[in-house]
């Protein structure tokens, strides 16, 4: 049994890499990390009439995300309780029920068990269906259209959850009058790592940008002279880091609202709604918060690139990446376009930064399959004692630069609570002793 103590040490910016090998930690992780935590299941607009669903994972449990006809949404295991077998294959759809392939039980929209073939000789009519329906999820909750879930009826309510981490998630939520849309369809592909990297570079790590992404902007920015400029500037600019509950992001401080990553098409469309951007969240809030971030454990999304995705862990040295485009739902076609075209270029499965990550990843995986890399201690110290509480009016715990690890140490150190065994109240009671202290250093 390992001791969580020596795992990670985030007070001391310490962490043992055995966290990301070790198919011990792993399975434990799937019962006291992802069975505890809020996962994000899907969004309102992949379910767009009753019958309307989607498969997904809550770690490596499958699950049925489902509009019911009222208009209401539940989840359940994809699971039959027969045999086990899938009670649906398809990745999504709009169904009237579901019917397991394998002996042919057959399940409601609501995850009820409605139909055994052959109940009248096989079982004597002895069965109570209502007894044998999948297993509910028992949590939802759906925040500006997205659709979240948790096992854990003890867990706390999704704001309290999030914390001062919903006044950033809102800065992609609630950002224009109509909406959010995904483009349809989830991206999907695996990589040799650890959950743990991806998540903890989208909620903590500008660090490796200007070495990882080098070679990638040399081949965004064709042009030397504007290459150089924009390397110059973004060394220069000021940016924040946000940590909260384990929720990190970062981001520059930009000037305006445009150039974004879509080009010209999209940059007009976002001059044309500018005031409204700046009347549902803030001008702060839409010219600051649009960098990386994550909700922990596995939901992240680069706003400035308008994709998102789900880590979902498949044993310790993998994941399946599952990545959406998001676009304005009311912006006119070729801003559309612009944001599916960029996105493809820079944060798909061939992107050129997404290629990068994966490639770092893999390659960390690959280093510690061997003895004594294993027992190599990483650094996360940087920032380390620096950090400011309530920075330009934002709110939680904030950095005055982004280049810092302070959202990796409270990834780690959430992750540590939950991999001790503390209840959800244990939890907030450290919570709140951390925050008092926090307040009290910004005082003095």
Not at 196 to 225: C, G, N, R, T
Request: charged fraction near 25%.
């Amino acid at each position: 049994m390992f001791d969580v103590t020596e795992l990670v040490q985030p007070d001391h910016g310490l962490i043992n890499p055995s966290i990301y090998t070790d198919p011990e930690v792993y399975q434990a992780e799937l019962e006291r990390v992802f069975a505890r935590s809020w996962l994000f299941l899907a969004h309102d607009t992949q379910l767009a009439r009753p019958g309307s669903f989607v498969q997904t994972y809550m770690a490596e449990d499958p699950v049925l995300v489902v509009r019911q006809r009222d208009g209401s949404v539940k989840a359940f295991l994809n699971q039959c309780r027969h045999r086990g077998m899938r009670i649906c294959r398809a990745d999504e759809g709009v169904a009237r029920a579901f019917t397991c392939t394998y002996h042919g039980w057959g399940y409601n929209l609501a995850g009820e068990l409605v139909n055994v073939p052959m109940q009248d000789r096989a079982y004597h009519d002895e069965i109570d269906k209502s007894k044998w329906g999948p297993t509910q999820v028992p949590r939802l909750h759906n925040h500006k259209g997205f659709i979240f879930g948790t096992w854990d009826e003890s867990a706390p309510s999704f704001e309290d959850y999030l914390g001062d981490m919903l006044w950033y998630f809102d800065a992609l939520a609630d950002r224009y009058d109509a909406g959010l849309t995904l483009v349809p369809g989830a991206t999907k592909w695996v990589i040799d790592c650890n959950w743990k990297f991806a998540a903890e570079q989208f909620a903590s790590d500008m660090y490796h940008v200007p070495s990882s992404h080098a070679s990638a902007l040399v081949a965004l920015i064709e042009d030397p002279a504007v290459l150089a400029e924009f390397q110059q500037q973004s060394a220069a600019a000021p940016g924040r880091q946000y940590a909260g509950n384990g929720h990190g992001s970062g981001f520059g401080l930009r000037p305006d609202l445009v150039p974004t990553q879509a080009g010209p098409d999209f940059d007009a469309w976002v001059v044309a709604n500018r005031e409204q951007i700046y009347r549902r969240i803030g001008e702060q809030r839409a010219l600051a918060v649009n960098g990386h971030n994550t909700v922990f454990p596995n939901f992240s999304w680069l706003t400035i690139n308008n994709t998102m995705r789900v880590w979902h862990p498949r044993g310790p040295g993998q994941i399946e990446v599952w990545s959406w485009t998001y676009l304005p739902k009311d912006a006119d076609e070729r801003a559309k376009q612009a944001v599916r075209t960029s996105t493809i270029r820079t944060f798909s499965a061939a992107g050129v930064f997404e290629t990068d990550d994966g490639e770092n990843w893999t390659e960390i995986q690959q280093v510690l399959r061997g003895h004594q890399a294993r027992k190599t201690t990483f650094n996360a110290q940087m920032g380390l004692g620096h950090e400011r509480h309530g920075t330009d009016g934002m709110p939680g715990r904030v950095t005055d630069d982004m280049y810092t690890e302070m959202a990796a140490r409270g990834m780690y150190r959430r992750w540590a609570d939950l991999m001790s065994g503390l209840s959800w109240p244990e939890i907030t009671e450290r919570d709140k002793a951390r925050h008092q202290r926090d307040q009290e250093a910004h005082l003095a």
